[in-house]
């Protein structure tokens, strides 16, 4: 379909294709439903043709023109109300019942696909952006396939029917109706698509409150502390004020074409009255058709708006779409790629390795070295040298720039992510915690564990105070929020999370950085035997912590600037490591 912005519509051939596999899933799991709607939908347009019908007979029969039992007609046209409510009640719980369903089905599988997404998609997508697609947006098309195909059937099925009704009536009355009705519908081609690019904004603009009330809230404290309160307040004002200023031009550009129909339906309704009266006068019609007629020119502006209106949710639909549709087609994170050959310990190589977020400037610059299978490296350098960068790109987490990494002597990027993930255990630097019980959020969900298994894992990570101080231990309840564990706890339970999976590959950023000394003592000596055998990665801005390593690298401004054994480094003098030893620790 045209449309003079330049915007693709729903009429139109990319977006009515884009529509397809959507359309069809919804078929596939509703189809007994769907049946039914259509079988009901026809047989309550028939009703509502029927009822001006009726009503013309009891008219003529109760002014004497047709010889008829006016008692009968009363109990038909009764029943037809009957009828109606029944059907509309019907119609309206199968509605509600495929919307829901296609909706959670929609949701199931952007949940799944996101889950599956690369950590650079998170860095990518605006705050609020995929509440808001995983929310409004599928609720969107949830509602609009549940109704938009068999509605549009129905009512063009009726304003088909009523424009025959009036032929059948006296042709006149139908010839009166069929150009209104054509210009109804070629208003509609004109207008379909022009409130698209407003209601696009009206999204990006709801997206970006929930973008800031996401990040005020979780920032709450800080605010208030930091005195910050004036300045969201006024963000929020302005933020509400867009959205007034996006909604109103997306109401006001879908509002013209139901007020175009209800201002020449009002028209249309005078002229069949008009006409009405001329053909009585004649005596080519009697009272009862009269009536029959203007009550089928009041009844066709309910189609034709319906219609609108169906069109109108369809164009909203189509942001929501295109949403969607971007968010299904990102490609998930690898799957199906090479296995990891072997068992481990594997060597772990950087080969001019350099890596930038997104267009941001360099943070790591063509690093190179061989770390040998099953030993430890230990990275330092200053704050913002890149070293967390190095761990999240040796886990995958995000991928170089420029050069290649290679686990066993297999490039990282080809292997089969869950094979990686099965392989490498990543401990970033916070933790996550989810709703549930302490046993959840170690085993992140996998059932299967064995309680001494986990307890044992809990206890090497230092966390045996905490859980004999839980009074249901295992199954004590976390919360997601600020009631769940110390930072402390959580870096230690991150540990524990680790020590429960027998990877071959361990990548620890700051493992002990939030924790007392002592236990620090007790945990890195846990950390240890549990880089034993396996091939390790420790960033730290401790010394203490990589007494064991069997490799130091230093990084500075991205850039490696020493690698090797770290006898060798303290050898000499004059070498970077050298001088960190000397000043007592790594420089932070
Ligand atoms: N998600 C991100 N998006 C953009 N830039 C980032 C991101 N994460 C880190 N950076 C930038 O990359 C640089 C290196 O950060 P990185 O966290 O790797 O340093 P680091 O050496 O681990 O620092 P620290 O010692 O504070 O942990 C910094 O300048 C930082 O601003």
Redesign the pocket.
């Known amino acids: 379909m045209d449309n003079p912005d330049g915007h693709e519509t729903f009429g139109n051939n990319a977006d009515s294709h884009a529509w397809l596999p959507f359309f069809r899933n919804h078929f596939r799991i509703n189809r007994g439903r769907i049946a039914l709607l259509a079988l009901l939908l026809p047989l309550d347009v028939a009703r509502q043709l029927l009822t001006p019908e009726i009503l013309r007979r009891f008219i003529d029969a109760a002014t004497g023109h047709v010889p008829q039992s006016a008692g009968r007609l009363v109990a038909v046209y009764f029943a037809l109300v009957a009828a109606g409510l029944g059907t509309a009640t019907l119609l309206t719980n199968v509605s509600a019942k495929l919307a829901w369903t296609s909706t959670n089905a929609l949701r199931d599988r952007i949940v799944r696909n996101i889950l599956h997404q690369r950590a650079s998609f998170f ?1 990518d997508a605006a705050p609020g952006e995929l509440v808001d697609r995983i929310d409004n947006d599928t609720t969107r098309l949830g509602s609009i396939m549940s109704n938009l195909l068999l509605d549009l059937a129905a009512q063009t099925l009726l304003a088909v029917g009523i424009v025959a009704a009036l032929f059948h009536l006296d042709w006149r009355f139908g010839a009166l109706f069929l150009p209104f009705a054509a210009t109804m519908l070629a208003l509609l081609r004109r207008q379909a698509g022009r409130a698209l690019p407003h209601i696009e904004a009206q999204r990006r603009t709801e997206a970006r409150i929930l973008g800031a009330v996401d990040e005020w809230t979780t920032g709450a404290e800080d605010l208030r502390t930091g005195g910050a309160v004036t300045h969201v307040r006024r963000a929020l004002w302005d933020l509400a004020r867009l959205e007034y200023r996006t909604g109103r031009a997306a109401a006001a550009a879908g509002v013209r074409w139901p007020a175009t129909v209800q201002a020449l339906s009002v028209v249309s309704i005078l002229l069949a009255l008009a006409l009405g009266i001329w053909l009585h006068h004649r005596g080519s019609a009697t009272v009862g058709t009269v009536f029959a007629a203007l009550s089928y020119a009041t009844l066709i502006r309910f189609p034709l708006t319906q219609i609108a209106s169906r069109i109108q949710e369809a164009q909203a639909a189509v942001v929501s779409l295109r949403r969607v549709r971007a968010l299904l087609e990102n490609p998930p994170d690898h799957r199906g790629g090479a296995e990891l050959a072997g068992t481990g310990p594997y060597d772990l190589v950087f080969e001019h390795v350099t890596f930038a ?2 267009d ?1 400037p360099r ?1 790591l610059d063509d690093v190179s070295f061989r770390l040998p299978p099953g030993k430890t490296l230990g990275v330092v ?10 761990i ?1 790109l040796a886990f995958h987490h995000v991928a170089p720039t420029a050069g290649q990494i290679r686990i066993g002597g297999q490039d990282l990027h080809a292997l089969d992510r869950r094979a990686l993930r099965r392989a490498v255990a990543y401990v970033p ?1 916070g933790i996550t915690l989810f709703t549930g019980t302490l046993r959840d959020n170690l085993t992140l969900f996998a059932p299967g564990h064995d309680d001494a298994v986990l307890v044992a894992a809990l206890r090497e990570a230092g966390l045996g105070p905490l859980l004999e101080s839980l009074p249901d231990g295992l199954d004590s309840h976390l919360d997601a929020g600020r009631n769940g564990l110390s930072v402390g706890e959580g870096q230690m339970l991150n540990l524990a999370r680790a020590f429960l999976t027998e990877p071959a590959v361990v990548l620890l ?2 493992p002990s950085a939030q924790i007392d000394p002592h236990t620090e003592q007790t945990l890195r000596e846990a950390l240890h035997r549990f880089a034993r055998g396996r091939t390790a990665i420790i ?1 730290s ?1 401790r010394l203490a912590a990589l007494h064991h390593v069997d490799r130091i690298l230093v ?1 500075e401004n ?1 850039r490696a600037v020493e690698y090797g054994e770290p006898a060798r480094l303290l050898a000499d003098a004059d070498s970077v490591f050298a001088g960190l030893v000397a000043q007592g620790q790594p420089p ?1």
């Not at 350098?381 to 190095?390: V, Y």
Request: proline share 0%.
């Open positions: 860095h977020y997104g941001g943070v350098g200053r704050t913002g040298s890149g070293k967390s960068t190095l999240k630097q950023d700051e960033v801005h990084l991205g932070a």
